[in-house]
């Protein structure tokens, strides 16, 4: 089993710049891909960044040029710098990592999530 406990949500003003963590517990040798997805109220939940075991990354466009993902493997460490924040980022955030089969990753464990808040 694997146990993901993110931090580093808060509240800022449009422009500011957060940083998440996202620290992996437990059987992490298993984890090929980690990812971070958010979630607004009334709206379906977005990944937002992913990265691969051998650091390949993807972003979703919203986040593009703002928004950069890493890890820190020796630390079992994700985050998710963010920069110029807009009040549209507002969310839930959540970490999420597993396997990869068939080439996509499987998304099979999940931190409870951090709130992520911008005001305008």
């Known amino acids: 089993q694997v146990q993901l406990v993110e931090s580093g949500g808060g509240s800022v003003q449009a422009g500011g710049s957060l940083r998440l963590s996202c620290a992996a517990f437990?059987?992490?040798?298993?984890?090929?891909?980690m990812g971070w997805f958010r979630q607004a109220p009334g709206k379906a939940r977005e990944r937002v960044a992913s990265i691969d075991s051998d650091g390949s990354t993807s972003y979703a466009d919203s986040v593009k040029g703002r928004f950069t993902i890493s890890q820190d493997n020796a630390k079992n460490t994700l985050y998710l710098q963010m920069n110029s924040l807009k009040p549209e980022d507002t969310a839930m955030y959540h970490c999420a990592a597993g396997p990869s089969a068939g080439g996509y990753c499987r998304w099979r464990y999940w931190g409870q999530g951090t709130q992520v808040t911008v005001s305008s």
């Open positions: 437990g059987v992490t040798y298993i984890i090929d891909c």
